[in-house]
């Protein structure tokens, strides 16, 4: 090797050693700087112990002054002096057991005194000189709203918003509440189509939540760089006062470089390159449906009526509607066949269709949350009317689809107490016995997973399967063999928040919808469809308003799924979706079940199906 060549090698390994400098530098001031933040807002929960001296109007005066470190803002517990705590062989008395009656918040400190005002009390509880004040007992209950971006840079609000989630939970002196649980309370709270938020808004959101507080984090650009703002709220939405820090070297928060979005083209991420021998499908936007007049909740596609052609299912909350491609004129549509009114009153956990009692026509599964457990419903299309067929107490089923379109009916049993799971038991596979639909076998999948949100495949045709399921912060797994072979970002899917009549909001769950792959191309290598909801505007109370939907193609390379499609962004947000043969032309597409207006605040509900080529 010249010279030369081996001293541009040299400065080559240079200039990578620090640009990886660069960015774990990065990561490290942004790690360093939250810290330092949680630290600062330990100040708004000091640990202190003083008296109330006075009462005047609306303001309590308190015997804590200057000297004990404190800031405006504060909050402080009052106490009531209770049982004494009293060692059970000496019989000593050890302390006093002192019970919160209500909080306090710092409105003005002097030298020797300090002045607050009441935050909340109990029913009979009179603030009175002599009351003793202190710290706030155990964990302080704080509910973090999503980071808002004031920047104009684009930058990974995301990624350092579970970094911040995941260093106050760390502290010790939290309990977090992350933006999954403050969206599953808005939905509770009746504000699903999140608009028109306010103080009084967070309040209802706060009803399920009981948050001792908000938090809202922010970037904000200053000259080169970042101001990094935590605001305090109060748990209806009042500002209590902010800390603050400078990231001078915010590389770490810059958006990965990422190829243009468009319709009509492929991505492909550089990590895994596709061979040149095994090129990737095309998926182009095929076309729209009418607007359609209703609130859509599931979507499934199958031959219900026997006659080889797919038909769309489509669930409202009161009503199943049947649809089949048509031409009208130049145009693709999908044609009305018939409505089943008022099948329902109850939320709709699952649907889905596949011929399991082998007699051509494909039946409908549709599962519901009846009060405390499930219902499973199963219907046939039969001679122009949907005819019910079986009806089951306490069981979850899904229709699973493999990339090659084979379709299993799996269940899992769920439990007739609040005090219970909802969910109970092992996933198994069902099949038909000539009068029901009965246990077969059990699903060999880890117990943290549940019927919800996962599906198995074949990913390498070598016979293995493979488990691909939601975690908690809406991430693809794929494990093998319990071995995690990848993950994917997080993703915005759509969930159904599901509280059971009589359970503490608190511990309901939010199920995820199903995940869909399917084999494409002459080499029939799987592919992973997503759909993704964005949420771009941000405002005081950081709660995200779906406004728009995408979708991803993932590529299986046999090691990881690699993306080769991201579509443009459509109005509306996605709730559910299906692979399938919807224009009966012998190619695969993909259904997309879009609501564009909610049927909330006297609203008329509008939805919209999505249809794009994957073949």
């Given at each position: 090797m010249r010279r030369t060549d081996v001293f541009m090698s040299f400065l080559v390994v240079l200039a990578l050693q620090f640009v990886c400098a660069q960015g774990t530098c990065a990561q490290e001031e942004f790690a360093r700087k939250s810290k330092l933040l949680i630290q600062e807002l330990h100040t708004f929960f000091p640990v202190v112990t003083g008296t109330v001296?006075?009462?005047?109007?609306?303001?309590?005066?308190?015997?804590?002054?200057?000297?004990?470190?404190?800031?405006?803002?504060?909050?402080?517990?009052?106490?009531?002096?209770?049982?004494?705590?009293?060692?059970?062989?000496?019989?000593?008395?050890?302390?006093?057991?002192?019970?919160?009656?209500?909080?306090?918040?710092?409105?003005?400190?002097?030298?020797?005194?300090?002045?607050?005002?009441?935050?909340?009390?109990?029913?009979?509880?009179?603030?009175?000189?002599g009351t003793h004040v202190g710290s706030i007992p155990g964990k302080v209950k704080v509910a973090i709203l999503p980071i808002a971006d004031q920047t104009e840079?684009?930058?990974?609000?995301?990624?350092?918003?579970?970094?911040?989630?995941?260093?106050?939970?760390?502290?010790?002196?939290?309990?977090?509440?992350?933006?999954?649980?403050?969206?599953?309370?808005?939905?509770?709270?009746?504000?699903?189509?999140?608009?028109?938020?306010?103080?009084?808004?967070?309040?209802?959101?706060?009803?399920?939540?009981?948050?001792?507080?908000?938090?809202?984090?922010?970037?904000?650009?200053?000259?080169?760089t970042i101001l990094m703002q935590a605001l305090l709220l109060s748990k209806d939405g009042r500002e209590i006062g902010k800390a603050q820090e400078i990231l001078r070297d915010h590389a770490a928060l810059q958006q990965r470089v990422t190829p243009e979005k468009s319709a009509l083209r492929q991505d492909v991420q550089q990590e895994v390159p596709v061979a040149e021998t095994q090129p990737a499908a095309k998926q182009t936007l095929a076309w729209f449906s009418e607007i359609l007049p209703i609130r859509v909740h599931k979507i499934a596609v199958g031959d219900l009526t026997g006659d080889g052609r797919n038909e769309v299912i489509l669930a409202t909350q009161n009503d199943l509607k049947l649809f089949e491609y048509a031409r009208l004129g130049e145009k693709d549509a999908f044609r009305p066949l018939t409505t089943m009114k008022g099948y329902n009153d109850a939320k709709i956990l699952a649907l889905g269709v596949a011929d399991i009692n082998g007699n051509g026509r494909e039946e409908i599964f549709l599962t519901t949350l009846r009060s405390v457990s499930a219902?499973?419903?199963?219907?046939?299309?039969?001679?122009?009317?949907?005819?019910?067929?079986?009806?089951?107490?306490?069981?979850?089923?899904?229709?699973?689809?493999?990339?090659?379109?084979?379709?299993?009916?799996?269940?899992?049993?769920?439990?007739?107490?609040?005090?219970?799971?909802?969910?109970?038991?092992?996933?198994?596979v069902y099949t038909w016995d000539g009068n029901n639909y009965s246990r077969h076998r059990t699903l060999n999948v880890p117990g943290r997973v549940d019927i919800f949100g996962f599906t198995t495949a074949d990913l390498d045709g070598d016979g293995s399967?493979?488990?691909?399921?939601?975690?908690?912060?809406?991430?693809?797994?794929?494990?093998?063999?319990?071995?995690?072979?990848?993950?994917?970002?997080?993703?915005?899917?759509?969930?159904?928040?599901?509280?059971?009549?009589?359970?503490?909001?608190?511990?309901?769950?939010?199920?995820?919808?199903?995940?869909?792959?399917?084999?494409?191309?002459?080499?029939?290598?799987?592919?992973?469809?997503?759909?993704?909801?964005?949420?771009p505007f941000r405002f005081i109370e950081g709660l995200p308003l779906y406004n728009a939907s995408r979708i991803h193609v993932l590529r299986w390379t046999g090691e990881s799924f690699e993306r080769i499609f991201q579509s443009e962004d459509s109005d509306g947000y996605t709730v559910d979706y299906a692979v399938a043969d919807v224009d009966n032309d012998g190619r695969q597409e993909v259904v997309l079940a879009k609501v564009l207006q909610g049927d909330d605040f006297f609203k008329r509900p509008k939805s919209q199906l999505m249809v794009y080529e994957l073949d």
């Open positions: 001296v006075s009462v005047r109007d609306e303001h309590i005066f308190i015997d804590i002054g200057l000297h004990e470190n404190i800031r405006v803002g504060a909050q402080l517990a009052l106490l009531a002096e209770g049982i004494e705590i009293v060692d059970p062989k000496s019989q000593k008395v050890l302390g006093k057991y002192e019970e919160q009656i209500g909080a306090i918040q710092l409105t003005e400190i002097q030298e020797q005194f300090s002045v607050a005002k009441a935050l909340w009390t109990e029913a009979t509880t009179e603030i009175a000189p840079q684009e930058l990974q609000t995301d990624s350092a918003y579970e970094f911040f989630v995941d260093a106050m939970r760390a502290d010790g002196r939290f309990t977090v509440l992350d933006a999954a649980d403050i969206k599953a309370a808005a939905i509770t709270a009746g504000l699903a189509s999140f608009s028109d938020l306010d103080r009084q808004a967070l309040s209802r959101i706060n009803t399920s939540l009981e948050a001792q507080n908000f938090l809202q984090l922010s970037f904000q650009a200053d000259a080169d219902e499973l419903r199963v219907f046939e299309f039969d001679s122009g009317t949907f005819r019910e067929i079986q009806r089951n107490n306490g069981i979850v089923m899904r229709i699973l689809r493999s990339p090659e379109g084979e379709k299993i009916l799996v269940g899992q049993r769920t439990s007739a107490s609040t005090s219970l799971d909802f969910l109970s038991g092992k996933i198994s399967k493979a488990l691909l399921y939601y975690d908690d912060f809406d991430r693809v797994d794929v494990l093998r063999e319990g071995t995690r072979l990848w993950r994917s970002r997080k993703n915005e899917a759509y969930r159904i928040p599901v509280v059971r009549k009589g359970e503490d909001p608190k511990k309901g769950r939010r199920i995820p919808g199903k995940i869909e792959l399917v084999a494409l191309g002459q080499d029939r290598h799987v592919h992973l469809i997503l759909f993704e909801n964005l949420s």
